[in-house]
C-alpha cells in the first residue's frame, strides 16, 4: 500500500533471492502457472523451465545468470528477476536490487542453510529492500515448522514477522491460517487453496500467533499498543496499513509457507505482494531519481550469438521507445534500437515502456551492468554503485586454436560486461591471460560460455606463481665479450661488483669508473644488459634485492660498441650469479578469512596445513556469530583455497588477500619448483 493507505499501482519488479537450491527457479514457474502466463509449469529436472533457459544452467541444473520474466496478476503488470542462489553468482543479485520494489526470500527451514540465508539478508537490509520471506517446501518439513522464528531469526537484523501458521493432520500441514485475515485454508495441489472454518486448535492457535504478530507491528505504532493493552480488537485495514507501512520501512519482514512444486501458498503470496509492496514510485524515492527526467537502471547486460547486445533495465521514470538516446554516467550516449519484453531468454519486440517496466533495450553499445541511462542534457547521478566481491579463485586460459586468440580477448570482454565480478589480468612475464572468480563453477560456467556462446575451444591451468630468487653471498664477475668475424670485430669488458640486497629492495645499479676504462656512452647498455640478464637467474626465476656496480673494464676504440657492452654486462651477471649462493623466494600474502564461528577452529587446522601463519583471530565487526581469521600464506597455497575454505562452511565463508612479502623457500619444496621450471624450459 502506499503512504495514503491506498495500494501502490503502476508495474511491480520483484527480485527472488534466497540460498542455492531453496526453490527460486521452481517458485518463478509457479507463479508464471498460476497467473497463466505459461500454460504448464516446467521443473529443473525436466530442464524446461522459464528461468533456468540457458544451456550452461540445465547442465549444471542450477541458476548460473540472472533471468527475468513478467506476467499479469489481477490487473497488474509484475517483472520477477530470478537470481542465482550460489555465492559464486551473487553480484548478479546484488547488480539486481537496487531497482527492484521488494524482494522475497526463498528459504527452507534448515538450520544448516541459516548462514547463506543470513548473507542474503544483510545485502538486502544494507541496500534497503522491503522483503518478504517465503519458507518454501513446507509439505517437507518436519516438527521444527513451530520454530520457524528461533531457527530463521539469528539470520536476520530485522523482525521476521509470521504472517502465517500452518494448520496440520497429524503431522501433515494440510494448509495454513493467514494472522492478518484470520481465515483458515486448505491447500489444493495445482489448484486455489480453499477456505474453511476456523475453529479448534486452529482458532486456539491463531489467537496467540495473531497476537504476537499484532505485539511485533505496536513496537512501532503507539495507537496499536494502546488497543492491544485495552484488549481492544485493530481494525482489519488497520493491521494491513501497518504491515505494508513497516515492511516499506525495513522493520520487519513478513513470513509466508508454501511449497512451490505444488503451488500451494503462491496466489497469497501474490496478494501480499499487491497489497503490501511499495510501487515504483517509492523505489524512484529511495533512489533519489529527479523527477521530469527519464531514468533508467541497467539490471544485466545479455551478450547473445545470435541477438547481439542487450540491456535488461528497469525503468525508474519517464517514457523510453524505439530511438530514443540515453546517456550513462560518462555522458556517452547511445540510441535505442529496439524494446523488447523478457520471458527468460526469450524475447518479444513490444511498443514504447514507461515508469515500473523491466525491460530489454537492443544495441545499447556503452551500457553496461548497474549503469544510470537517462535522457537528459546532463547525465544522472548513478542511482547505485555496487562493487564486485574482491575475487578469489584464478586459471590461466588459452585458446586451443591459435587463430582464436585475437577472438578470444574480445569475448573475455563481453564476459566481462556481463558479470562485473570476473576480472581478466595479463601475465606478460609468464604470457598467461588470467581470468580471476568468484569460484570454481563460475569460471568452469565462464569457459562453457566462451565455447557455447562465442565457438572458443579453451583450455585451463593453474596460473605461474610470482616466484623469484636472490643471492645471500657477493662477488666480483668480469664478464667480456670478444668477437672477430671480419671487418669491424665486437669487445666489451666489464667487471662487476654483484651484491645481495635487503629484501624489498629490488634492483640497483651504479658505477664508479676511474679513468675512462669504460666510456661514460657505454654504460647505459651495461646496465641494459645487466637488467636483462636478471630476468632469468640461475634457479630459472628473475632475480630481485640485488646491486650491481660497475668497478672497471676496457674497450677498444674501433670495435667497442653498445651492443659490445650490452653483451658483457649479461655475461658478468650469467657467470657472477651461481657463485653468489642463490635462493628461491616465494610470495607471502595476508590473508583476512571471515567465516562463522563455529568453523573457526576448522579454518585454523586449515591454515595450518597450508604453510600458513595465524596472526589472530577476531570478532567479524557488524556480524553475529561471525569470526575473522588473519594470516600470512604464500601465493601457491592460496590457489584453491576457496574451494576449502566454503567447503568448511556450508558455502559462506570467503576471505580478502593482497601482497605482503617475499620469503626464502628452501628444502624439498623448493627443489621440485626449481626442477619443475627446468622440465617446462627445456
Known amino acids: ?52 533457459a540457458s544451456k550452461e544452467a540445465r547442465h549444471h541444473k542450477m541458476t548460473v545468470e540472472l533471468s527475468v520474466a513478467s506476467t499479469n496478476f489481477m490487473g497488474d503488470t509484475y517483472t520477477f528477476v530470478d537470481c542465482p542462489g550460489s555465492v559464486e553468482f551473487v553480484h548478479d543479485m546484488r547488480a539486481a536490487l537496487p531497482a527492484v520494489d521488494a524482494a522475497v526470500i526463498v528459504c527452507e527451514l534448515d538450520e544448516k542453510k541459516v548462514p547463506q540465508l543470513q548473507l542474503i539478508l544483510r545485502e538486502l537490509e544494507e541496500q534497503q529492500i522491503p522483503r518478504f520471506l517465503f519458507l518454501n517446501k513446507i509439505d517437507k518439513a518436519d516438527s521444527t515448522i513451530h520454530e520457524v522464528l528461533r531457527v530463521l531469526q539469528p539470520a536476520s537484523r530485522g523482525k521476521l514477522l509470521l504472517r502465517q501458521i500452518p494448520t496440520l493432520s497429524g503431522d501433515i500441514i494440510t494448509g495454513f491460517v493467514d494472522l492478518a485475515l484470520e481465515r483458515a485454508f486448505v491447500y489444493k495441489e495445482h489448484a486455489p487453496s480453499e477456505v474453511i472454518p476456523l475453529e479448534g486448535d486452529a482458532l486456539d492457535r491463531e489467537k496467540t500467533a495473531r497476537f504476537s504478530m499484532l505485539e511485533t507491528l505496536a513496537d512501532h505504532d503507539d495507537e496499536l499498543m494502546e488497543q492491544l493493552l485495552e484488549d481492544i480488537q485493530p481494525p482489519r485495514d488497520k493491521v494491513f496499513d501497518d504491515l505494508s507501512k513497516e515492511l516499506r520501512e525495513g522493520l520487519v519482514c513478513p513470513v509466508l509457507l508454501g511449497s512451490a512444486t505444488r503451488t500451494n501458498g503462491v496466489l497469497r503470496l501474490m496478494k501480499a505482494l499487491r497489497h503490501e509492496s511499495p510501487g515504483i514510485a517509492e523505489t524512484a524515492k529511495r533512489l533519489g531519481v529527479k523527477a521530469g527526467q527519464t531514468v533508467a537502471y541497467v539490471l544485466k547486460t545479455i551478450n547473445s550469438a545470435h541477438g547481439g547486445k542487450m540491456s535488461a533495465v528497469r525503468v525508474l521514470s519517464g517514457k523510453i521507445g524505439d530511438g530514443a538516446n540515453l546517456m550513462n554516467a560518462e555522458g556517452q550516449v547511445a540510441r535505442v534500437a529496439a524494446v523488447f519484453k523478457l520471458m527468460g531468454q526469450q524475447t518479444e519486440k513490444r511498443g514504447a515502456a514507461e515508469a515500473g517496466d523491466t525491460i530489454a533495450l537492443g544495441k545499447l553499445d556503452h551500457a553496461k551492468t548497474g549503469d544510470t541511462l537517462s535522457d537528459g542534457p546532463q547525465p544522472h547521478a548513478p542511482v547505485a554503485e555496487v562493487v564486485p566481491h574482491p575475487p578469489v579463485l584464478s586459471i590461466a586460459v588459452v585458446a586451443k ?16 560486461e556481463e558479470d562485473p565480478s570476473i576480472s581478466v589480468v595479463h601475465n606478460p612475464e609468464a604470457h598467461e591471460v588470467v581470468l580471476w572468480g568468484q569460484g570454481e563453477m563460475q569460471l568452469r560456467v565462464a569457459t562453457e560460455r566462451l565455447a557455447d556462446r562465442f565457438g572458443i575451444a579453451t583450455s585451463a591451468h593453474k596460473p605461474t606463481v610470482g616466484y623469484r630468487e636472490t643471492i645471500k653471498k657477493a662477488i666480483v664477475q668480469r664478464g667480456r665479450h670478444k668477437k672477430q668475424s671480419g671487418g669491424h670485430g665486437q669487445y ?31 654504460i647505459p647498455s651495461v646496465e641494459e644488459g645487466v637488467i636483462e640478464a636478471l630476468k632469468h637467474g640461475p634457479l630459472g626465476f628473475p632475480v630481485v634485492d640485488i646491486a650491481a656496480k660497475l668497478i672497471d673494464g676496457s674497450y677498444h676504440t674501433v670495435d667497442s660498441s653498445d651492443m659490445a657492452f650490452q653483451l658483457a654486462g649479461r655475461l658478468a651477471i650469467h657467470d657472477g650469479l651461481p657463485q653468489c649462493q642463490p635462493v628461491l623466494l616465494e610470495p607471502i600474502y595476508q590473508v583476512e578469512i571471515v567465516c562463522p564461528s563455529e568453523a573457526t577452529a576448522k579454518m585454523n587446522a586449515l591454515m595450518s596445513g597450508r604453510r600458513g601463519q595465524i596472526l589472530g583471530f577476531d570478532t567479524r565487526e557488524g556480524w553475529d556469530g561471525w569470526d575473522m581469521v588473519r594470516v600470512q600464506m604464500p601465493e601457491s597455497e592460496i590457489g584453491d583455497l576457496i574451494v576449502e575454505v566454503r567447503s568448511a562452511t556450508a558455502g559462506v565463508g570467503s576471505f580478502t588477500f593482497k601482497f605482503d612479502h617475499m620469503a626464502e623457500l628452501m628444502g624439498r619444496t623448493a627443489e621440485q619448483i626449481v626442477a619443475a621450471r627446468k622440465a617446462a624450459a627445456a
Open 492 to 522: 666489451g669488458d666489464v667487471v662487476l661488483d654483484i651484491k645481495p640486497l635487503p629484501r624489498g629492495s629490488g634492483f640497483n645499479f651504479s658505477e664508479e669508473i676511474k679513468g675512462g676504462v669504460v666510456p661514460r656512452n657505454y
Open 1 to 52: 500500500m502506499a503512504q495514503n493507505g491506498t495500494r501502490a499501482t503502476g508495474p511491480r519488479c520483484i527480485a527472488l533471492v534466497g540460498p542455492f537450491q531453496s526453490g527460486k527457479t521452481t517458485l518463478l514457474e509457479a507463479i508464471l502457472a498460476r497467473t497463466g502466463a505459461i500454460q504448464r509449469q516446467g521443473t529443473v529436472d525436466a530442464e524446461n523451465t522459464v528461468g533456468d
Open 401 to 416: 586454436e591459435r587463430k582464436d586468440d585475437v577472438k578470444l580477448g574480445q569475448a573475455l570482454a563481453k564476459l566481462l
